[in-house]
């Protein structure tokens, strides 16, 4: 089992930063992806990005691109996700998410972007961009 703990949300105003985290215990990441979605009032959630943790490619949203940057840091078994020139539309709790690749029956070079290839959340940690 793998659990998943997020902290580095807040409330901030427009054209400012983050820098959200993921924790994760009960297991080291492998061959995993490793990746946040988002919900935000009213919406469904979003893939936002993700990183193949072996070979640290990455994957984006498109209205994040430019934006938003994943990144890990295999030692403390955590990933990031930075947050630049936020807008009130990024408001949203924000979810860690973790799958192993083969379990899910996909080539382990993948960066998946679909909620039903991840099996690992976390709780969630609310952003919130005032305008």
């Known amino acids: 089992q793998v659990q998943l703990v997020e902290s580095g949300g807040g409330l901030v105003q427009a054209g400012a930063s983050l820098r959200l985290s993921c924790a994760a215990s009960g297991r080291t990441f492998g061959a995993d992806a490793v990746g946040w979605f988002r919900q935000a009032p009213g919406k469904e959630r979003e893939f936002v990005a993700a990183?193949?943790?072996?070979?640290?490619?990455?994957h984006y949203e498109d209205s994040v691109k430019g934006r938003f940057t994943i990144s890990r840091d295999a030692y403390k078994n955590t990933v990031y996700l930075r947050l630049t020139s936020l807008k009130p539309e990024d408001t949203a709790v924000y979810y860690c998410v973790a799958t192993h690749l083969a379990h899910k029956g996909l080539r382990v070079g993948v960066v998946p972007d679909s909620e039903d290839d991840y099996d690992y959340w976390g709780q969630g940690t609310q952003v919130t961009v005032s305008s």
């Open positions: 990183v193949n943790w072996g070979t640290g490619n990455t």
